[in-house]
């Protein structure tokens, strides 16, 4: 599983955003922890997008 983790840096998060993304990676919360995204309905972002 380890060889499937993203390692990478990635651009655009708040200092916040970034520090949980680095202990996300280093492991600081519990081993492979991951951070699931909300599940955003395909309906709700139409009115927005279009």
Known sequence: ????????ELAGFTPD??????ALK???FGKSLRLEQE???YA?????LV
């Open 44 to 48: 709700w972002l139409l009115d927005p």
């Open 26 to 28: 280093d492991n600081t």
């Open 17 to 22: 955003e970034s520090s949980v993304f680095a």
């Open 1 to 8: 599983m380890d060889s499937n983790r993203f390692t990478g």
């Open 39 to 41: 599940r955003i309905g």
